[in-house]
């Protein structure tokens, strides 16, 4: 039976029909956030990075079901749909990516690889070894435990130094980023970055 692209990519099931547009709009920073996604997706841009909690100071409100994840699988599909089709029409999903922090970091400590085989691992596009994955969605940044940090540092400096464009979503505001990762790693993330800052209840909370 043929592979569908979610599963090739790596989605999980319960997030195969995310897209930019069936996001529902609840309130004025999510309906904001939108406009940024598809201004994201429409440019290409190489690093996005999507906080569910106000970067200023004052209330942070929960991270959890703001509808971050959403709008980066909206842009990852329409970033494969656009940019990712062979001369024939048909998709090449296999240039795509989708992991969480959480899961690399446990593969990276339960899987027995080294550093280098489980980064090779991930980025092998095509499974004759020919073609890289291009684009990576890396979903849930700062879930992982502190073991795995260092892990996650040295992914984004891979993904970095390879030019693979990369969706980050994170539960954290900018600065509990840099507070957790380091300077070095928020100036690479910040390249050619499009930050998108949503706050608001989450959807479980919602009527």
């Known amino acids: ?15 195969h029909n995310c897209r930019l547009s069936n996001f529902k709009e609840h309130n004025e920073s999510s309906k904001e956030s939108l406009k940024l996604a598809k201004e994201a997706a429409n ?24 509808g971050k994840t959403h709008l980066g699988l909206g842009i990852l599909f329409d970033i494969l749909e656009h940019k990712y ?20 970091a446990r593969d990276f400590h339960d899987a027995g690889y080294n550093r280098d ?49 990369m969706i980050i979503t994170s539960g954290l505001s900018e600065k509990e980023l ?8 928020w100036r690479r993330l910040s390249d050619d970055v499009i930050v998108i800052s949503m706050y608001g209840k989450s959807y479980k909370q919602r009527s």
């Open 85 to 104: 089709i062979d001369r024939n029409g048909v998709l090449i999903p296999e240039y795509c990516r989708f992991i969480t922090a959480d899961g690399y």
């Open 117 to 165: 085989e489980l980064r090779r691992r991930l980025l092998i596009a095509f499974d004759d070894g020919s073609g890289q994955v291009k684009t990576i969605m890396l979903d849930r940044l700062g879930e992982e435990d502190k073991t795995g940090i260092q892990c996650i540092k040295e992914l984004i400096y891979k993904l970095h130094d390879d030019e693979v464009q």
């Open 1 to 15: 039976m043929e592979k569908r692209i979610d599963d090739i990519i790596g989605i999980p099931r319960r997030l």
């Open 43 to 66: 440019n290409r841009s190489s690093v996005l990075l999507l906080f569910a909690r106000k970067p200023e100071g004052g209330i942070l409100y929960s991270g959890t079901g703001t």
């Open 178 to 185: 840099r507070i957790r990762y380091g300077h070095q790693i």
